[in-house]
């Protein structure tokens, strides 16, 4: 960190989210637009503007928002405007990766997702970590004034900035705490985003504490898995899997499965002992098909593994809200 002169931010993990969903939102859309629209051509004759080339526009525009305002609003502007530029350059990877220039490149939809996937598994990361160095506390409190000097800061955000630095007897540090303390306060009503977030949650919690719901999410997850190996069998019994292509994704998809077929019915072997080691079970079995096994269902089944993936991310909200209950009485 000393040697680059780089300085982290803590709320980093927030940003990349945004970037990531953005990025995602963009994709889904342009596909299902080009999709309904008959795929058209922007341009006449040899003339060909693809939409790679907005893409890099916006992300050339959050960037420049980024480099040019100050404060919180800037960098999520930053994210949203760069995430949608970033879904509209990534989608049309398959352009890039084939000689023929191929749009329709059945890998291009495993190395979207997985990018897309790595993305949110480092949000994820970064949000776990707290091992900030003095300085950048300092200068993450310091940060957080200048953002309640432009926009005003709410209770959790002052307390969270001192938080930072709380502890230290460096004058730069009790002179951010200071600073944090005279900066304009800012009373915002919950918006409908964060209500409705906080209302799915208390659902998920709800739902965690009826066991019949719990067993039934634990059978979803065993038999989702196993149902692509059970048709393998099939498709290779009655020799049709003889002109399949994509023969990588097959074993990498049908080895996925195994796993979390492993995993899953371990998990649910230790329910009646203990929970807690057997709901990470299932949740270690999930992050495996989402992160590996999702990869080859999106190349062998394109855009139309979405809902697929859907249920799968449902399914870790149930299981990592028991996890959370679980862990609330220690």
Aim: glycine share 12%; charged share 15%.
């Amino acid at each position: 960190m000393r040697l680059s002169g780089l300085t982290r931010v803590t709320s980093a993990a927030a940003h990349l989210q945004v970037f990531a969903i953005s990025g995602i939102s963009a994709v889904l859309l342009t596909r299902a637009y080009l999709q309904r629209a008959g795929y058209p051509q922007l341009g006449g004759g040899s003339l060909h503007i693809a939409h790679v080339l907005w893409g890099g526009l916006l992300m050339t525009v959050g960037m420049g928002v980024t480099l040019a305002f100050l404060g919180q609003a800037a960098r999520t502007w930053g994210a949203v405007l760069g995430g949608v530029g970033f879904g509209l350059f990534v989608d049309e990877v398959g352009k890039f990766v084939t000689q023929t220039t191929d749009y329709f490149y059945r890998p291009a939809a495993g190395i979207i997702y997985l990018t897309f996937a790595l993305l949110v598994v480092l949000s994820q990361w970064l949000k776990g970590r707290t091992d900030f160095s003095r300085r950048e506390r300092t200068a993450n409190a310091v940060y957080a004034a200048l953002v309640g000097v432009t926009s005003g800061l709410t209770v959790q955000q002052r307390h969270a900035a001192v938080r930072l630095v709380q502890g230290s007897d460096d004058a730069l540090d009790a002179a951010a705490v200071r600073l944090l303390g005279m900066v304009p306060a800012r009373e915002t009503a919950p918006g409908p985003l964060r209500t409705g977030l906080a209302r799915a949650r208390a659902a998920l919690d709800g739902l965690t504490r009826r066991p019949l719901l719990v067993a039934l999410a634990v059978v979803y997850l065993i038999v989702q898995a196993l149902l692509p190996l059970v048709g393998l069998g099939l498709e290779n019994a009655y020799g049709m899997l003889d002109g399949e292509r994509e023969w990588g994704a097959v074993i990498g998809m049908a080895v996925s499965a195994a796993i979390t077929v492993a995993l899953g019915l371990c998990g649910a072997v230790r329910l009646r002992g203990n929970r807690m080691a057997a709901f990470r079970l299932l949740n270690a079995a999930l992050l495996v098909d989402i992160l590996f096994g999702q990869v080859f269902a999106f190349v062998m089944n394109q855009f139309s593994a979405v809902p697929g993936l859907a249920a799968d991310l449902l399914l870790l909200a149930i299981i990592s809200a028991e996890v959370r209950r679980l862990r609330e009485p220690a």
